[in-house]
């Protein structure tokens, strides 16, 4: 069983079949098709079944794959540790949907201009999922909200907190001042679906205040989200950096502070043991860029930290 063999078999479970699996790698497709018969004959075991026009893992093939994502990021490891520390290969980061909008573009952006030779491959999801992919070996590092719970972080992960994100309520325009949950109209939350650790905290705030919202509308955008609060479904949770870039649905809203219960850091999360240049760099980058974007967005909210309620920010208000 070698590393080429697990490459292909990792290629074609990633990308759905074997035409696109050739293509991504370079090869033919009658060789990554004799390569899996190869590898399947060597483990003794059917590795995928075919669906009509789908190629599906067996279970043999189930149990291989979190193998071969060990082994192959092993083998990355090695070859970092015996090259120059220099940033290349592939670095595959998770991020939430808000991190993605709001911090990643002007940081991945020079961060392809410094560091050119590496690929990067960049997936979404909840805080529960990410930690479950780092965990699982899909990807690499993820950018994910602080648990409410400390236990979902091992210690087989390594973490460093890059950016203080403030959570606040966004309700429809002309809603009262929010204190507490009691000072909440509506009955709907619109949150992300489970293992989004921003809903877990409002939904803590709320059973702190021994309430719970009615019913919960799960979307799976920030846009999506902003819409609805905008046409009165009712109410939701946000960082207040993904109001500055999505100017447009804001405008309809209006937006309360949540006090210490909104004040939720950011975390860059990895495997123990298994950093890398290109990781080390991107966490520099992060790093970089969080102590000028913070000391921005203090001086911005002092000025409305006291106030109980505050229309979301014009496009002139925007940062870019």
């Not at 074609?12 to 074997?18: A, C, K, L, T, Y």
């Not at 092993?74 to 595959?92: F, I, K, T, V």
């Not at 050119?116 to 690499?140: K, M, N, S, W, Y």
Request: glycine letters at 6%; aromatic letters at 4%.
């Amino acid at each position: 069983m070698d590393l080429a063999a697990l490459t292909i078999f990792r290629a074609v479970v990633r990308e759905n079949g074997v035409t696109r699996a050739a293509a991504k790698l370079n090869r033919v497709q009658s060789n990554v098709t004799m390569r899996i018969k190869q590898l399947e004959e060597q483990l003794g075991a059917p590795l995928f079944v075919r669906e009509g026009r789908r190629l599906v893992l067996t279970p043999a093939g189930r149990t291989l794959l979190p193998y071969a994502e060990r082994l192959l990021a092993l083998a990355d490891e090695a070859r970092h540790a015996l090259r120059e520390d220099r940033p290349r290969g592939r670095l595959a980061l998770g991020a939430m949907e808000s991190t993605a909008a709001s911090r990643l573009p002007r940081v991945l952006a020079a961060y392809h201009q410094h560091w050119p030779e590496v690929e990067l491959e960049l997936a979404t999801g909840t805080t529960a999922c990410l930690i479950e992919r780092v965990h699982e070996f899909e990807i690499d590092a993820a950018l994910i909200a602080t648990p409410p719970d400390p236990s979902a972080l091992t210690d087989e992960f390594d973490s460093v907190p890059v950016f203080d994100e403030q959570l606040v309520m966004v309700t429809p325009r002309g809603h009262r001042a929010i204190q507490g949950a009691n000072d909440v109209a509506l009955s709907t939350l619109v949150a992300f679906e489970r293992g989004c650790a921003y809903r877990s905290y409002v939904e803590r705030w709320y059973a702190e205040h021994g309430l719970r919202p009615a019913r919960t509308l799960e979307l799976g955008s920030y846009h999506a989200i902003l819409a609805c609060v905008a046409a009165g479904a009712g109410v939701a949770v946000a960082p207040r950096s993904v109001l500055e870039v999505l100017p447009g649905g804001a405008r309809e809203v209006a937006i309360h502070p949540l006090g210490p219960l909104g004040a939720v850091p950011t975390l860059l999360i990895w495997r123990r043991g298994h950093d890398s240049a290109a990781l080390h760099a991107l966490r520099d980058a992060l790093l970089a860029d969080a102590r000028g974007a913070n000391t921005a967005r203090t001086k911005s909210t002092k000025s409305t930290a006291s106030t109980g309620s505050e229309q979301a920010p014009q496009p002139d208000a925007v940062r870019t």
